[in-house]
């Protein structure tokens, strides 16, 4: 079946997609999931953002792991890894860097700063004022840097994490819809079961899970996975199916501000990837579901009067999702 529906639009093998994408997949899930436990799902979205070249946003309420989610992920890869602590007086070359006066030299050098790196750690975001959280805008969009007019590009692959808080405010500047739209998906993570937190302290160890994770996934096995999810086979119909989903939030009367263009590309690589870490070479409409509100709510703007009344962006996407018409995906074979 996987080789009469890739051949209707593709000419490379099925298993030059699901070998390339399952070797990095399970050591990944595997080595990561040493430090977040019972978080297989949370874990499984983060690795297809990397795999669509992504970045990613990690919120929820402190304590739950979200900067341990993004350290182990880093470590799992063999990259470059840099962390920024975000603050109220972190300035904008402290994240890009500067360019000073070398008196030995007796010209200006370029000093690169901590968006240098491969995997980058952008710690509590929303601590950071506005002007310095758009530093990053150029870096995430077009993965280079201008300073004083020279663009410098940044290494390959590279990748933003960050984390925030929703609930303190104080202290804080929420980030601007253009930099939330830069994020190809917002993970939370959400508090343990009582059983859960009760196995984990059974299983407690003194020393950090941390320290145990090595390196599993070299940057040209990551590139060639990262490659391999774009040959995976999403029918017309599925196509259109991404369309109008994003399509209803925009003309929504609940909904200031719709979900944008780069939300439909978003939505359609992260399906094809999902498709690839499950071992499909084809995507079905459950991965679109799946993947629907973690792509798509946190680019939704709602209007005052639909939050007051107990709407939320994600709420709003389960509904969109309920009521659009599915497509039917009955294949021969």
């Known amino acids: 079946m996987e080789g009469q529906i890739y051949n209707r639009g ?61 350290k182990s992920l880093a470590r799992s890869l063999d990259c470059t890894f840099r962390r920024i602590q975000f603050t109220p007086d972190l300035l904008p070359s402290d994240v890009t860097g500067v360019r000073a006066f070398n008196q030995k030299e007796n010209d200006f050098e370029f000093r690169p700063g901590p968006v240098f790196a491969q995997i980058l750690l952008a710690d509590e975001i929303n601590r950071a004022s506005p002007k310095t959280q758009a530093a990053l805008l150029e870096a995430m969009e077009e993965r280079q840097v201008t300073i004083d007019g020279d663009t410098h590009d940044l290494p390959k692959p590279f990748m933003v994490m960050a984390t925030q808080n929703p609930v303190e405010y104080s202290g804080t500047f929420p980030l601007p819809e253009a930099q939330l739209d830069r994020f190809l998906m917002k993970v939370k993570l959400g508090y343990l079961s009582e059983k859960e937190e009760s196995d984990l302290l059974s299983h407690r160890k003194v020393e950090s899970p941390m320290l145990e994770l090595q390196p599993v996934v070299s940057p040209n096995e990551l590139t060639a996975a990262q490659n391999a999810v774009r040959d995976v086979f999403v029918k017309p119909e599925l196509r259109d199916y991404i369309a109008r989903l994003v399509g209803r939030t925009r003309g929504n009367p609940e909904v200031a501000l719709g979900a944008s263009t780069r939300g439909t590309l978003n939505l359609f690589h992260a399906s094809q990837a999902l498709a690839a870490v499950q071992g499909r070479t084809y995507v079905i409409p459950d991965d679109i579901k799946v993947l629907a509100e973690p792509v798509l709510a946190h680019r939704i703007i709602l209007r005052p009067n639909a939050e007051m009344q107990g709407q939320s962006a994600g709420k709003l996407v389960a509904g969109l999702l309920e009521r659009e018409h599915v497509p039917q995906m009955a294949y021969d074979g």
């Open 10 to 70: 593709h000419g490379v093998p099925p298993g030059v997609v699901t070998d390339v994408v399952t070797r990095v997949a399970d050591a990944f899930m595997s080595n990561v999931g040493r430090a977040i436990v019972n978080k297989e799902e949370e874990v499984r979205l983060c690795l297809v953002t990397l795999l669509c070249e992504g970045h990613l946003l990690i919120e929820d309420v402190p304590g739950v792991g979200k900067t341990m989610l993004a």
